[in-house]
């Protein structure tokens, strides 16, 4: 099974940007299709990205088309989200998670390795 660490997160300005990154090891990174969700304080665990294995593939929330970008390194093991035009709302905890799975989903369910998370914190 794959291990996933998050790192990148932090305090920003609305309208600044932030790359997140997911540190992956353990089994073959190239063989997950990935995502990013993310969870504010009282609210569920939202989808905001997903990137097939190749990197190929790429599915956005409708809230962040246009200022997140997904990508992935599969030869340094690593998921990136390249965020920006950062709001207030875009506060939350976010996650990478890893799904063994044929196709890309947006449902947390079907994810089987998550994260520790990482916290963004967007200042208005």
């Known amino acids: 099974q794959v291990q996933l660490v998050e790192s990148g997160g932090g305090l920003v300005q609305a309208g600044g940007s932030l790359r997140l990154s997911c540190a992956a090891s353990g089994r073959i990174f190239s063989t997950y299709n990935m995502a990013w969700f993310r969870q504010a304080p009282g609210k569920e665990r939202d989808f905001v990205a997903a990137?097939?294995?190749?990197?190929?593939?790429?599915d956005y929330t409708d809230s962040v088309k246009g200022r997140f970008t997904i990508s992935r390194d599969n030869a340094k093991n690593t998921l990136y989200l390249q965020m920006s035009s950062l709001k207030p709302e875009d506060t939350a905890l976010y996650y990478c998670?890893?799904?063994?799975?044929?196709?890309?989903?947006?449902?947390?369910?079907?994810?089987?390795?998550w994260g520790q998370g990482t916290q963004v914190t967007v200042s208005s």
């Open positions: 998670a890893a799904s063994g799975r044929i196709n890309m989903y947006r449902v947390s369910a079907q994810y089987g390795t």
């Open positions: 990137i097939s294995r190749s990197g190929g593939s790429t």
